[in-house]
């Protein structure tokens, strides 16, 4: 059982992912950010940085999210989405399978956010990030001298 903590953690998580706001997470709701963020970054479709980034992202939706749609409809609802962490949480310390799927899932993730691939994430970089997917500038800068 999800803690009241990790509950609202990955509550919250949910409705930044739902870039639509229409109450699932959906591939076109990655597919959204990733646009975004390659306008922010001037990557023009047709581009070789900016088809890498769809392919990163759709494979956050592939590997992340499609699997939690418990139902098959194409969409996550949160009930979905909190059902498969439970499991997670439960089944993480015993399965290397969920260690390594979520290992890849962050070194994608750090890959999108590293758009000059030198291994590091700037605050500029984390910043861009941020707006992509809707959040503040001043929130990003806050949050990235947390993380620094």
Same mark, same amino acid.
């Given at each position: 059982?999800?803690?009241?903590?990790?509950?609202? %953690?990955?509550?919250?998580?949910? !409705?930044? !992912?739902?870039?639509?706001?229409?109450? !699932?997470?959906?591939?076109?709701?990655?597919?959204?950010?990733?646009?975004?963020?390659?306008? @922010?970054?001037?990557?023009?479709?047709?581009?070789?940085?900016?088809?890498?980034? @769809?392919? %990163?992202?759709?494979?956050?939706?592939?590997?992340?999210?499609?699997?939690?749609?418990?139902?098959?409809?194409?969409?996550?609802?949160?009930?979905?989405?909190?059902?498969?962490?439970?499991?997670?949480?439960?089944?993480?310390?015993? =399965?290397?399978?969920?260690?390594?799927?979520?290992?890849?899932?962050?070194?994608?993730?750090?890959?999108?956010?590293?758009?000059?691939?030198?291994?590091?994430? =700037?605050?500029?970089?984390?910043?861009?990030?941020?707006?992509?997917?809707?959040?503040?500038?001043?929130?990003?800068?806050?949050?990235?001298?947390?993380? !620094?």
């Amino acid at each position: 059982m999800l803690t009241e903590f990790l509950a609202k %953690k990955h509550t919250k998580n949910f !409705y930044v !992912y739902d870039a639509d706001g229409s109450g !699932y997470v959906e591939e076109a709701d990655l597919q959204r950010w990733a646009k975004n963020l390659a306008q @922010l970054r001037d990557w023009q479709p047709g581009t070789l940085e900016f088809e890498n980034l @769809l392919a %990163k992202f759709k494979s956050v939706w592939i590997n992340f999210w499609q699997p939690a749609d418990i139902d098959g409809d194409g969409k996550v609802s949160l009930q979905e989405y909190l059902k498969v962490v439970e499991v997670s949480v439960d089944n993480f310390p015993n =399965s290397r399978e969920m260690q390594e799927s979520h290992t890849a899932k962050a070194n994608t993730i750090f890959s999108i956010l590293d758009a000059d691939n030198d291994g590091t994430i =700037s605050q500029s970089e984390y910043i861009q990030f941020c707006r992509a997917i809707g959040l503040d500038e001043a929130t990003a800068k806050s949050v990235f001298i947390k993380l !620094y």
